[in-house]
């Protein structure tokens, strides 16, 4: 192989043309050689705008392209499952969008099947790739603020209803906020502590619009470590109010977040790390107490994904965010609408 990994795109518009694409392009070890839409003008008007080698119109054509050594797969979660076998029956390496399939059993198949082609996988939770993310996780893992006790984050859009969307759809894209931004925050209060959720409780509502998939949601967690966590997401606030936050407390300190998460690397986190506390304070003077700031140099999150997976390819790094993550993820979600339809605290 060469010294680049020579990638497809299926899904090439939305997600992979915002933001994934020209990640891609910014990578030292990865080569831009194809893209795939169903419509053949918006496939050739991809191809043209990253100026790549060929645009096919399906995910058959692509796969059979000997100068495609990966797929990076962005397209409706109905088809995951399918386009990712086909990959791996093709020989690819597969990146693909979160969730993996529409159910975690699904997605389980999927990683089975994968593994046994030998090919590799990776989940596209690129939010791990966050300065303040490896910075909180780097700080937990170092005991900083002592044992995490408590956790929450909160992700948003504006998300009003437009017929025809996948997103909207139930069949097509398996939930609603949950399932498309809780995922990451989810993924991320597991990444961080290093421990995974073992209880789930959940309440989802359409509160604000008509389709048939939540547009609220509050799921409880309590993760193997103890933490107790809340993770809220919405389709029904406006952009501009939005506070994406991910903050983490501890017996002996805090991690606070705050627009931490999202497509962008940013934000501001405050850090207080105290030590061992003593006896009882009858002042209670909380609101005296201020953090500092901790220093990272911010990037891009979609080049060190694809720089990452690439690396995984060419050199047999160990993938960093393996697909086998997200399908525990899921089941976490899976657990957290039982939950919701049954008015239950779910065991994993």
């Not at 073992?198 to 604000?208: G, L, N, S």
Request: proline share 3%; net charge negative; charged share 20%.
């Amino acid at each position: 192989m060469s010294k680049k990994v020579r990638w497809g795109v299926i899904g090439a518009g939305g997600i992979a043309e915002r933001r994934t694409i020209p990640g891609m392009l910014l990578c030292d070890n990865a080569e831009l050689v194809a893209v795939m839409e169903i419509n053949e003008e918006l496939a050739e008007k991809c191809r043209a705008k990253w100026n790549c080698a060929k645009a096919y119109t399906n995910e058959a054509d692509l796969l059979a392209d000997p100068n495609i050594d990966a797929v990076y797969i962005a397209s409706p979660v109905v088809h995951h499952a399918r386009q990712a076998m086909a990959a791996a029956d093709a020989g690819k390496h597969i990146l693909i969008e979160k969730p993996l399939a529409i159910t975690a059993e699904e997605g389980q198949k999927v990683v089975d099947y994968c593994a046994a082609k030998g090919v590799k996988m990776a989940a596209g939770l690129m939010m791990r790739y966050g300065a303040y993310v490896q910075a909180m996780k780097q700080a937990v893992a170092e005991g900083k603020i002592g044992k995490p006790v408590s956790a929450y984050s909160q992700f948003t859009c504006w998300y009003p209803d437009m017929p025809g969307n996948w997103r909207q759809n139930k069949k097509d894209g398996g939930g609603g906020c949950l399932m498309d931004m809780g995922v990451h925050c989810i993924d991320l209060l597991q990444y961080i502590m290093g421990s995974e959720v073992k209880e789930v409780a959940a309440f989802h509502d359409t509160q604000t619009f008509k389709y048939e998939v939540e547009d609220s949601s509050t799921v409880m967690l309590r993760l193997e470590n103890g933490c107790q966590c809340v993770v809220q997401t919405n389709f029904n606030i406006p952009d501009e109010a939005a506070k994406w936050r991910v903050e983490l407390f501890g017996d002996q300190g805090r991690l606070l977040g705050d627009n931490v998460i999202g497509q962008i690397d940013g934000g501001e986190l405050d850090a207080m790390f105290l030590g061992e506390q003593g006896g009882y304070n009858a002042q209670q003077d909380t609101n005296v107490a201020t953090g500092s700031a901790i220093e990272v140099e911010f990037g891009n999150m979609y080049t060190r994904e694809v720089a990452s997976f690439s690396d995984s390819i060419l050199n047999g790094t160990p993938v960093e965010v393996p697909a086998q993550q997200a399908v525990q993820v899921q089941r976490v979600m899976e657990a957290a609408y039982r939950s919701a339809e049954n008015g239950t605290v779910e065991k994993l």
